[in-house]
């Protein structure tokens, strides 16, 4: 089930937003609600706010996805949720400069809005209020169009400070990793990035619970969950970059000829556990046929079928050279769950996303290995 609702689409990528988002409005409707008794104009005011603070997300989120297509990066889509926006982008930048800059872009979106406001509203007005008027601040409780214009750009500087804060998920954490990348490397860089996110979450927390500010504890636990994560896949990118696609197929795997039928696939998914299968002919790779077409054609079919009408024709090619981190980019980028190996135009095997994440274990697995024992060495 997709939750996710297309709502527009502005340079090619789609917007779209979970439905667990309307959740905010009517928290904002209930929030402004009571500033106007018995009048709805409160609540009305309330979603407005609401819906104009998550056009600034959308902006920052687009800031970065334009940044990225700049560099070459295809961005898959930008979802709201309730906690924020996400720019799916479909690789890493391979250049730590690149990072830098997409990172950037966002939380520079902020700033910029916040000048634009700042300058709007007269720039003295809001200077009042941090130097902590009274009177000023009573008004804001009020719905009008400077309590709009303010509280949108305190909410600006807002997702501008907080997302500089240099730990993963959060944009800061990308520019550390970035700026530390240029002289450590990617995945060094990461790992200290990580760390030193997980410190300032642990601080975040204590804070929170110190200060019995609870919101300010769950987005530490956010963070420091998110720090973790990031570590391990910069882990796994570096594991995955170690190893050809070329090495990497199946080259026991059973194929199937143009004649053959599906009960015959059936047999041999019973006897072999093997999930895909590549229709051949020679040396040409004609189609293939997965666990999940045979289902499918089972249930609808009563006949049995030639395995060349169920067959998908349109496999996503690779070259044998090609890294398995590369490869893995490539099919979250096309959305593929199957690649063939090609050699020149000679067809070797399959491989699959299921295969590429039982590589990464095993290879992880290897290279811990390697680290125990170069460890022990080092003490003998
Ligand atoms: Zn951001």
């Known amino acids: ?101 997409i990172a950037v872009a966002g939380p520079l979106v902020n700033l910029v809005i916040t000048i634009i ?14 130097g902590g008027r009274g009177e000023l ?6 719905p009008s169009l400077s309590t709009l214009l303010l509280w949108l750009m305190t909410a600006n500087i807002s997702l501008f400070l907080f997302n500089l804060i240099p730990a993963f998920p959060l944009d800061g954490g990308r520019i550390l990793r970035a700026l530390l990348a240029m002289r450590l ?27 019995g500010n609870f919101i300010l504890a769950l987005i530490a ?49 019973l006897t072999s556990y093997q999930p895909d299968f590549a229709v051949v002919f020679g040396t040409q790779l004609l189609g293939v046929v997965t666990r999940s077409d045979v289902l499918r054609t089972l249930a609808t079919h009563p006949t049995d079928l030639y395995v060349s009408e169920i067959m998908n024709r349109d496999v996503l090619k690779v070259e044998a050279a090609k890294t398995l981190d590369e490869v893995r980019e490539l099919m979250s980028e096309r959305t593929a769950r199957i690649v063939a190996v090609y050699n020149g135009t000679t067809y070797l095997g399959l491989v699959s996303a299921e295969d590429i994440q039982e590589a990464m274990a095993v290879l992880a697995f290897l290279q811990q290995q390697k680290r125990i024992q170069a460890a022990a060495k080092a003490s003998s």
């Open 185 to 211: 490397g990617y995945a060094r860089a990461t790992r200290v990035a990580s760390v030193i996110g997980q410190i300032i979450a642990i601080g975040l927390g204590i804070l929170g619970f110190a200060t």
């Open 117 to 130: 406001l700042f300058v709007v509203t007269g720039g003295t007005a809001q200077l009042n209020i941090l």
């Open 1 to 101: 089930m997709n939750w996710n609702f297309r709502i527009a689409q502005i340079a090619g990528i789609d917007i779209k937003v979970h439905v667990t988002f309307f959740l905010i409005l009517i928290l904002g409707a209930f929030q402004w609600g009571g500033s106007t008794p018995g009048s709805p104009n409160g609540a009305l005011f309330g979603v407005v706010l609401m819906i104009l603070l998550f056009t600034c997300v959308t902006l920052h989120e687009l800031g970065h996805s334009l940044v990225a297509q700049h560099f070459g990066i295809p961005v898959k889509e930008i979802t709201l949720l309730p906690l924020g926006g996400v720019a799916v982008l479909t690789k890493n930048p391979d250049k730590p400069l690149h990072e830098l800059l």
């Open 137 to 142: 601040l009573n008004a804001l409780n009020q």
């Open 221 to 269: 636990v956010f963070i420091f969950f998110g720090a973790g994560q990031e570590s391990v896949a910069a882990q796994a990118k570096t594991v995955l970059s170690t190893q050809r696609i070329g090495d990497s197929y199946n080259k026991h795997a059973i194929t199937l000829q143009n004649g053959d039928r599906v009960s015959k696939v059936v047999d041999y998914i």
